[in-house]
């Protein structure tokens, strides 16, 4: 069955730390990865995906995730958050868009 | 502008009581979904579709039940056989060709009186 891992379920920080969410997916085949964000009171946002190529991909507001392929992992990073990344993320993987599996979200907390 | 409404934003329900939740897309999507988010949990997908009078149950359809009359629309009723109807509802849609990021509307908060 296919499962999508994120590793932590609340991180704290401090604004301009570095910021890395762990994501792990299991899933055969060939797999889409994408990353969503929900900040408080909004709709969830797509941050970056990554469908093939490049396994370094680049998304909105500064965000990137690196595809490794050998260790099915998907992870979220950004050099220095701000205030303003506070939010909970969601990594997602599936074939196409169909029947998308969703991690079970990391809140990050950023302290100014 | 396009994009996903949800209504209504917040919705009550006696035990018992079917009630059912609104979705309109205007993104010209072909397909569309429904996810169930608790917190702690993520999302699981509840139902999705890909065309118009075709549907499929994902990964807990066990007391909701779906239309898809028409491309736009896509409405969830959450039946009084939904043991713990109590979450928060997200609508996204897609397109399907090529590969497509799913978009999410505003959500629906659904409470047990």
């Known amino acids: 069955a296919q499962s999508v891992s994120q590793h932590n379920h609340h991180v704290i920080l401090s604004e301009a730390a570095s910021l890395e969410l762990g994501c792990n997916y299991s899933y055969g085949g060939t797999v889409n990865l994408f990353w969503y964000v929900q900040y408080p009171g909004q709709h969830l946002q797509l941050l970056l995906k990554y469908f093939s190529g490049d396994p370094l991909v680049k998304g909105i507001k500064g965000f990137e995730a690196e595809f490794i392929k050998s260790k099915f992992s998907f992870n979220l990073r950004k050099p220095s958050v701000q205030w303003s990344d506070t939010a909970e993320y969601f990594c997602a993987a599936g074939a196409g868009s169909y029947q998308l599996t969703f991690g079970k979200g990391t809140k990050l907390s950023v302290i100014p | 502008d396009g994009g996903i409404t949800q209504s209504p934003k917040y919705l009550f329900r006696k035990e018992g009581q079917n009630v059912t939740l609104s979705c309109e897309q205007n993104l010209n999507h072909d397909a569309m979904y429904w996810y169930r988010q608790d917190p702690g949990q993520g999302l699981r997908l509840i139902y999705y579709s890909q065309i118009v009078n075709d549907f499929q149950k994902g990964d807990i359809a066990e007391g909701y039940s779906v239309s898809r009359e028409k491309k736009e629309s896509f409405p969830l009723t959450v039946t009084s056989a939904q043991k713990n109807p109590t979450a928060f509802y997200l609508c996204?849609?897609?397109?399907?060709?090529?590969?497509?990021?799913?978009?999410f509307g505003d959500g629906t908060r659904l409470s047990i009186l």
């Open positions: 996204a849609s897609s397109g399907v060709t090529g590969y497509q990021p799913q978009h």
